[in-house]
């Protein structure tokens, strides 16, 4: 198992506290606004975030806007060169940047690895700009003129992440967005808030110019400066469906380009052909890991026909042996939630779900670390023979409880995904490629796995989900953030011989 070091405070803040990064520095807040931090594996209060003003944002967006002009200038070699060096000490410094995500996310230190390999995987995408920035060239249109598109950035932009992916997520969006050639403001999550300004320093030290790369802390006043500030061409947003929506709305109504990736409730059907046991340890993995709190986690496991008691009783043999506990402990294969007030709120769908109807299989509150009440532990639950109606199924729960549905065929488990408001990702267990196909054609989710739970899309492809998980046209990173980040221009060009010009008042009639 992979042991990660104590984090240091980051160099960049006063001891006991996360300030915000602009222009190439740490800023101290000035707003008296701050949130806290606290080590969910502890429960202890370990440091406080300042909570930027408008006026903090307003400073960020000046620094950016700057920096822009010779940043786009910038030649594509060079800003290639900067792109690997970022990689390169991402990779070199990753142990100290999981301990950041240990110490404020609670996720153990695997897991913490793991999101920062994928992370990884963004910006290499981002190495290779100049071919992804490559245009299109038509020669010779009409007698003497060629025509050409180019790509241009987009000039400041902005991204606002969530909690839980507090490094992959801001790589997601910042590898493409400076690679194209525009400044980058980062809005992370209030609760976890130190892997930004790790990042940016990194990000200093690979070369990129003050300004480029900016962070703001804070609540929602930090983000509606954002969506209402006149020089933010475009906003990247992840996090829950309700602020996804006000995202989207706010800020394409303020004239940005706005993509808002929203919360999920991702569905894995098994066949009744399935292998029981590749499915159960599926199931376990995708619905446990990082404690459930994961945007494709798998929450609700559709069991179709007889394959259900056979497979709740493999995923019930499984649970006990998940090790729950601190990322200081090199057993621990699942952390405690992020916030005393989040894992409250999962524990009451196991008071809630059993009201309803639903059978409480596995009971997390047992667990002795729940039980204790020191940090914000609960462990994996199981609640089977759900159905729609119920408040647990309604909810995005985002915690380690995994819930199963029973159903007596194809046509319904697939119903039951389409129904759904959320349209995230979805997966199907069984070893019957029609059967795949026929559901890989007909479910509404923008990611769908065929024997794979968490079919997150590699970085040359490009993530994002259907219906309520995602507001706006593009997906991010990988090919459509490249579209995302930059505009097209189409140049028509011609160098006629000098006198051989006439005035014509028509519309070109030949070609
Ligand atoms: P959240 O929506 O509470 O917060 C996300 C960001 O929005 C944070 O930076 C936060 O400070 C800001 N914010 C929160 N409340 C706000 C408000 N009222 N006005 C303006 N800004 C506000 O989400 P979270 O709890 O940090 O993250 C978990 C959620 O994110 C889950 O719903 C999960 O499914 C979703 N998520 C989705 C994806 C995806 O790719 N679709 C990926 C990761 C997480």
New binding site residues.
């Given amino acids: 198992m992979t042991q990660v070091a104590e984090p240091e405070i980051s160099k960049t803040s006063p001891p006991g506290r996360v300030s915000h990064w602009i222009d190439g520095r740490p800023v101290p807040g000035t707003s008296g606004r701050e949130g806290p931090v606290y080590d969910p594996a502890t429960g202890a209060l370990t440091r406080h975030v300042d909570f930027a003003s408008i006026d903090e944002v307003s400073a960020a967006v000046a620094a950016a806007k700057a920096a822009f002009p010779a940043w786009r200038a910038t030649s594509l070699s060079k800003r290639t060169d900067i792109m690997f060096k970022i990689r390169n000490l991402v990779d070199q410094r990753r142990n100290e940047l999981a301990a950041h995500l240990t110490a404020e996310h609670g996720k153990v230190p695997s897991d913490a690895l793991g999101e920062i390999a994928r992370g990884l995987e963004n910006l290499e995408f981002a190495t290779g700009i100049p071919h992804l920035l490559k245009g299109g060239f038509s020669e010779q249109v009409s007698t003497g003129v060629d025509v050409y598109q180019i790509r241009q950035p987009l000039g400041v932009v902005a991204g ?6 507090p490094a992959m ?1 801001p790589m997601w969006m910042f590898g493409t967005a400076i690679a194209t050639g525009n400044t980058f403001i980062l ?5 976890d808030p130190s892997a930004a300004n790790f990042l940016a320093e990194l990000l200093h030290d690979a070369g990129v110019p003050d300004g480029v790369f900016n962070v703001v802390h804070g ?2 006043v930090a ?2 400066a954002i969506l209402e500030h006149p020089d933010i061409a475009a906003v990247s947003f ?4 309700p ?1 996804a929506r ?1 995202i989207y709305e706010t800020g394409t109504r303020n004239g940005k380009r706005v993509q808002a ?4 409730k991702n569905h894995m059907i098994v066949l009744p052909d399935a292998d029981i046991d590749m499915a159960a340890d599926a199931a376990v993995s995708a619905a446990y890991g990082s404690a459930g709190e994961r ?1 494709m986690a798998i929450s609700v496991v559709v069991a179709v026909g007889d394959i259900a008691d056979p497979l709740v009783e493999a995923l019930k043999v499984r649970l006990p042996k998940i090790k729950v506990g601190p990322g200081t402990d090199p057993d621990a294969e699942m952390g405690p939630l992020v916030t005393r007030e989040h894992r409250d709120k999962v524990a009451s769908y196991l008071d809630s779900g059993p009201a309803q109807g639903a059978d409480l299989v596995v009971d997390g509150r047992e667990h002795v670390l729940f039980q204790e009440g020191k940090g914000f532990f609960l462990g994996v639950s199981l609640l089977d023979r759900v159905s729609p109606e119920m408040e647990c199924y309604r909810n ?1 729960i ?1 915690g380690p409880v995994l819930e199963v549905v029973r159903v007596p065929t194809y046509p319904e488990a697939v119903a039951l995904i389409n129904d759904n408001p959320y349209g ?1 990702g979805t997966a199907i267990f069984t070893r019957d490629g029609g059967a795949a196909r026929q559901f890989q054609f007909e479910v509404n989710t923008g990611m769908v796995g065929i024997n794979v739970p968490i079919p997150v899309p590699v970085a040359y492809y490009s ?1 994002g ?1 259907w219906k309520a ?2 507001f706006g046209d593009l997906h991010m990173y990988g090919p459509e953030g490249i579209q995302f980040y930059t505009r097209a221009k189409i140049v028509t060009s011609r160098w006629p011989d000098p006198g051989t010009s006439k005035v014509d008042l028509g519309f070109p009639r030949t070609r």
Avoid: Q, R, Y
């Fill in positions: 606002i992440t969530p909690f839980n992916f997520v809005k992370p999550s209030e609760k609540d929602k983000v509606d992840v996090g829950s469906t602020i006000h990736l929203g919360g999920a945007c995005e985002f995230n993530f989900g998980s995602l």
